[in-house]
């Protein structure tokens, strides 16, 4: 069975900070996702990840993707107040029976205060 | 439509009752997702589309649950005799291709009925 970690469950940072949140999968995957989901509303996808050593930016989030350790990790430079939101890392499992559907972390809480 | 379309909203049900939430994916999707997001938890797998032909139902929590997509477009979850530990929000995402997604192309999922049973 898949089982996706993240960690920190809650994360409080400062404006302007840099911090990262990690994401550890236990089984071979060929396909890795970072969710955004504000209060009340659906999940926003950020970036889909494919293969070792992918890297993708945009704006302030950096995410990174560790084949081999299984692990992914999202970087957040210069905190501001906007990307307080709930993040979930998914992972779609690479072979065998069930590798349509994704299974979440379950989620990192962040604020970012003034 | 653009998006993944999901009725009602928000949905409060006497427990016992039966409820059905619909969820109307972006035309041309050929996969369907139902996950199950309890409070302050990440979403769970409950049951998959490919076309009309549910592939998999294997995280339907008990025989109350029951999705269904006849015609290979909207699906509806219906929850029968809804019990407290039902109170959740239920997720749908379709994706273009049937293995769930290709390349780039990921899983694009609705707003989400928020299901309440006091």
């Known amino acids: 069975e898949l089982k996706v970690e993240q960690n920190p469950l809650f994360l409080s940072m400062q404006e302007g900070k840099n911090y990262t949140i990690y994401c550890n999968y236990s089984?071979?995957?060929?396909?890795l996702y970072w969710y955004r989901q504000d209060p009340g509303k659906s999940l926003e996808s950020l970036f889909v990840?494919?293969?070792?050593?992918a890297v993708k930016q945009e704006g302030r989030l950096m995410a990174s993707l560790d084949t081999k350790a299984r692990l992914s990790t999202l970087h957040i430079t210069a905190a501001v107040h906007d990307l307080s939101a709930t993040y979930f890392c998914?992972?779609?499992?690479?072979?065998?029976?069930?590798?349509?559907?994704?299974?979440f972390g379950k989620g990192t809480l962040l604020t970012v205060n003034p | 439509g653009a998006g993944v379309s999901q009725s009602p909203r928000y949905k409060v049900a006497k427990r016992g009752q039966d409820v059905a939430l619909r969820c109307d994916p972006i035309?041309?999707?050929?996969?369907l997702f139902w996950y199950q997001q309890a409070l302050g938890q990440g979403p769970e797998f409950l049951t998959y589309?490919?076309?009309?032909?549910?592939?998999?139902k294997s995280g339907l929590p008990s025989d109350r649950f029951f999705a269904e997509r006849p015609e290979g477009s909207v699906s509806t979850l219906k929850i029968q005799r809804t019990q407290q530990e039902d109170s959740a929000v239920y997720l749908c995402?379709?994706?273009?291709?049937?293995?769930?997604?290709?390349?780039?192309?990921?899983?694009?999922f609705g707003s989400g009925t928020r299901l309440t049973v006091v």
């Open positions: 995402a379709s994706s273009l291709l049937g293995t769930g997604g290709y390349l780039n192309y990921g899983y694009t």
């Open positions: 089984t071979t995957s060929d396909r």
């Open positions: 990840l494919l293969s070792n050593g």
């Open positions: 998914a992972v779609k499992k690479g072979s065998g029976g069930s590798n349509y559907k994704l299974t």
């Open positions: 035309s041309g999707h050929v996969s």
């Open positions: 589309f490919q076309n009309e032909a549910q592939l998999d």
